[in-house]
């Protein structure tokens, strides 16, 4: 439970909070990513509102422990909001109760409309829709068929540290434990412990730029035992080739 409570809930005290950090940046990032959460959620938000008095406290208190979710952390990224979406999705159930037939059918056909406007579209242009301010997502495209030619399936990666989205658009598991740079920074032991496994020989590691520069140890291990296959953006890509002697 120790072990839990520190690697997901506490390292975000030091530093990350609504409490720290620069004010400026807090609220230049909110800046950013308010007018997609508020396209997203605005709508589901007012049935919500509809529906809260009428819903079980359980469910209310889901929402409160959502919102401090989204605000304890202090950092406003744009996928932080997806955790409001079910508990509102749940009082604004109650909502469409108390409105009646119209609501319902109105929902629905927002739903299906919205739905299928996505769907029918490119892979390409529903990732700009829906995330079009994700800078991992602009190059990870080219990274991922690399990734699937060089690394066979069931063999594990190394992203360190950031762009765990790799893991799942390429299909291969994690080496390493630690998903977010943030975690390797805060979580005693984690960034030495990883490294570690690095060492150990990995089939192909993606070392983002700011690691590379803020830990050595690492850069060294990638230029003794790894060979640099391919620079794109912040990505850099090694191919695992022999333990230093």
Request: charged residues 15%; positive net charge.
């Amino acid at each position: 439970m120790h072990d839990w409570w520190e690697a997901v809930v506490a390292y975000r005290g030091q530093g990350d909070s609504l409490a720290t950090g620069s004010v400026g940046a807090r609220f230049h990032q909110f800046w950013q990513t308010a007018p997609q959460a508020a396209l997203a959620l605005v709508p589901l938000a007012l049935l919500a509102v509809v529906g809260f008095t009428r819903a079980p406290l359980l469910v209310r208190l889901w929402l409160v422990g959502a919102a401090v979710g989204v605000l304890g952390g202090g950092n406003f990224h744009a996928h932080y909001y997806v955790q409001l979406a079910a508990p509102l999705a749940a009082l604004g159930a109650f909502g469409v109760a108390r409105l009646g037939m119209p609501a319902l059918a109105a929902v629905v056909a927002i739903a299906v409309l919205s739905t299928a406007f996505l769907a029918l579209q490119s892979r390409d242009t529903q990732t700009r829709v829906v995330w079009r301010h994700d800078p991992h997502l602009r190059v990870d495209g080219d990274v991922v068929p690399l990734i699937q030619r060089s690394v066979p399936p069931g063999k594990p990666i190394a992203v360190v540290w950031g762009d765990a989205s790799l893991y799942f658009l390429a299909n291969r598991p994690p080496a390493v434990r630690s998903l977010w740079y943030r975690n390797a920074q805060a979580i005693r032991g984690a960034a030495a412990r990883d490294i570690e496994a690095v060492r150990g020989g990995v089939p192909l590691v993606v070392a983002l730029e700011p690691a590379l520069r803020a830990y050595p140890e690492l850069r060294e291990v990638l230029h003794c035992e790894y060979r640099p296959v391919r620079v794109t953006g912040p990505l850099h890509v090694f191919r695992f080739v022999s333990p230093c002697a």
